[in-house]
């Protein structure tokens, strides 16, 4: 799941739109756009939105099943080295 739609479904369920968590975040709205699409963001930024929708970082931030299949794949390696 892309970052941009966790935070959306996420807000949508507690009844925020996307701008609306920029406002209330302090964010301008070009900023949160760019949150949203990991164009930037600080670990501390996304705690802050988390903390506002109530939920994990880990829920926000998904990773998707190729990552993940690439860290297992390095994983392995470093375990059989």
């Known amino acids: 799941m892309?970052?941009?739609?966790?935070?959306?479904?996420?807000?949508?369920?507690?009844?925020?739109s996307m701008i609306n968590l920029a406002d209330i975040l302090g964010f301008s709205r070009q900023t949160f756009y760019k949150i949203s699409y990991r164009e930037a963001g600080?670990?501390?930024?996304?705690l802050r939105v988390a903390y506002l929708l109530d939920c994990d970082v880990t829920d926000i931030l998904d990773l998707t099943d190729e990552q993940k299949k690439e860290i297992d794949d390095r994983a392995k390696k470093f375990n059989e080295a």
């Open 2 to 16: 892309e970052l941009k739609n966790s935070i959306k479904e996420l807000a949508r369920e507690k009844g925020y």
């Open 42 to 46: 600080s670990l501390s930024t996304l």
